[in-house]
């Protein structure tokens, strides 16, 4: 089945720096890859995904890149902000029915922490 | 637009006990899946509901079980609870289907077994 890495597990930045946090999938199959942040008390949030047909996509501060062919991708933080801050879950599924169904093979996550 | 509802939100039993965990999906979803998070395993999938029928599920032990229901809601059920069993359960909606489509978690609920 899917094995999904992530590195680092914990990540500490200054206020307007940068953070990136990179995940490696094992399953060749996968083609929808969420970025999930997790705030203490809350269920995961989706704050943005990749399909396996694309190779970088942004929204305002955040961006996802996916590299299909070493089986990784990353997520960009630019100009962090300290509400920012919780864990980060990558995530890699594929649409290949059976054994795939709602299914989402998560990495072990980063605790991001920007301090003011 | 509601989110996804989860009910309740904390639990406490006795090992032994049997517990029931309800999931209300966004309007329109049809897919309802279930996972569990725990600091030592992360987020491991349990299973997955679409249209009433169960389509994949994960690796754990048959005492956890789940169904759902004509209007989408769901609910998972575990048995003879363990101490192991401690852990935050979320349900996650999506659209369904074969392509693979945004899922929205809810709160979760957090289980203890003492």
């Known amino acids: 089945g899917e094995n999904v890495e992530q590195h680092p597990s914990t990540l500490s930045v200054q206020e307007g720096d940068s953070a990136v946090i990179k995940c490696t999938y094992s399953?060749?199959?996968?083609?929808?890859f969420p970025w999930y942040k997790q705030e203490l008390g809350k269920g995961p949030q989706l704050i943005i995904d990749?399909?396996?047909?694309?190779g970088e996509k942004k929204d305002q501060r955040i961006a996802v890149t996916l590299n299909k062919t070493a089986k990784h991708f990353s997520l960009h933080i630019t100009e962090t902000q300290p509400e920012d801050s919780a864990v980060y879950f990558c995530?890699?599924?594929?649409?290949?029915?059976?054994?795939?169904?709602?299914?989402?093979?998560f990495g072990q996550g980063t605790i991001l922490t920007v301090h003011p | 637009k509601a989110g996804v509802t989860q009910t309740p939100r904390y639990l406490i039993k006795t090992r032994g006990q049997q517990v029931t965990l309800s999931c209300s999906p966004i309007?329109?979803?049809?897919?309802v899946s279930w996972y569990q998070q725990t600091p030592g395993q992360g987020l491991q999938f349990l299973f997955e509901?679409?249209?009433?029928?169960?389509?994949n599920k994960g690796n754990f032990p048959g005492r956890f079980s789940g169904r759902q229901f004509s209007n989408s809601r769901s609910e998972m059920n575990v048995s003879t609870l363990e101490l192991g069993d401690s852990a935050l359960y979320l349900c996650?909606?999506?659209?369904?289907?074969?392509?693979?489509?945004?899922?929205?978690f809810g709160q979760g609920t957090r289980l203890t077994v003492v």
């Open positions: 996650a909606s999506s659209l369904g289907g074969r392509m693979n489509t945004e899922a929205f």
């Open positions: 990749i399909r396996s047909n694309v």
């Open positions: 399953d060749s199959a996968s083609n929808y």
């Open positions: 509901y679409f249209s009433e029928t169960q389509r």
């Open positions: 309007s329109g979803h049809r897919s």
């Open positions: 995530a890699a599924s594929s649409n290949a029915g059976g054994t795939s169904y709602g299914k989402l093979t």
